[in-house]
């Protein structure tokens, strides 16, 4: 087993194709039976970080960072009734939600204007991990996860259905926000992300490559109309338990999203909060001009497992909705737009084509 780490978007001569991680904590020893079992069984497509995603289930995932963290969420992550999950496809909004809900929820806890605010010291994924990739943190077991305060801030890119019983039953109390986005600019979100993880040896994924993919539905966590039906149908039949938010409405309107947000997690804005432009400042924390001109997201890492390290900078593009219009051919975009008619067809979900 080859040791390498895999340093994403730091230095692309450290970037290694990697099927295996060097040290494997007890989670990996744990599943590495099951997983070498499983994998030679499972639909291979092509990946648009490593070489290979896996169709696990009905979703493409990436096999190393998916498949054992997921089953270790299903055996060992214990849910609290107060938690709160930030469900989403890569590149839809996470990490600027992450942002608002962490600062919408602490806002009691932390002065803005202060340089002590979390949020102007840490990346947003810093101040709300990720479920899926905790266990392959420095960390071997959740109980890391159990001195968080509560409610706990967790975010997760597993489609809902993959999810354990124990976070989406309906007497579980915890909540979930889910976020999606216009595909055609998620699919050059992703592509601008991926490609600076890709190794030397892999090349970049070109534009025709990943928009192919793209419309086979095979991107991480993909079929991306999947991943966001089950989560909108979903929040259709428990409004209370699912609040579902569109990355250019949140653009659009932050103000009435945010209220609303603060509203669903049961921590509304009072109106002396809302005379006293508290709201405003949430959103102009969290915004990206602000976010991304912070020494931290400019210059600092964000440690995505034990092996694989991100720039901050690379999780704040361009941060616009609509910058697929200048990648993206006329065709290009008129066939995505019809693909996610025809998928979203009779579901009330449309993207603004
Ligand atoms: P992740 O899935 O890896 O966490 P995610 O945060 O969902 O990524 O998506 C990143 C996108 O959100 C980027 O979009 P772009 O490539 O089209 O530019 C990024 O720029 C955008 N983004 C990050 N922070 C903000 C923010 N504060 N406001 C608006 N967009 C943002």
Sequence with gaps: MAAHVLSLGLDSQNNQENGNFPCESGMEKAYEK????????????????????????????????????LWWIHDEFKVQPTDIFLASAPKTGTTWLKALIFATINRTHYDFSTSTHPLLNSNPHECVPFLDTYPLQSQETFSGLDSLPSPRLLATHFPLSLLPESMVSSTSGCKFVYICRDPKDVLISNLFFFNKFRSEELGPLSLEEAFELFC????????????????????????????????????????VVVKRLAEFLGQPFSLEEERNGVVQEIIKLCSFRNLSNLEVNKTKTYKYTKDVVANNNLYFRKGETGDSNNHLSHEMMEHIDKIFQEKLSGSGLSFGA
């Design 34 to 69: 099951k997983y070498r079992e499983l994998l030679p069984t499972l639909p291979i497509g092509k990946g648009w970080m490593t070489e290979h995603v896996v169709q696990y289930q009905g979703f493409w995932l990436m096999p190393d960072l998916s498949l054992k963290p």
């Design 216 to 255: 086979q539905g095979v991107s991480h966590v993909g079929p991306y109309w999947d991943h966001v039906l089950e989560y909108w149908k979903w929040s259709l039949q428990n409004p209370e338990k699912i609040l579902f938010l569109k990355y250019e409405e949140l653009k659009k309107e932050p103000l």
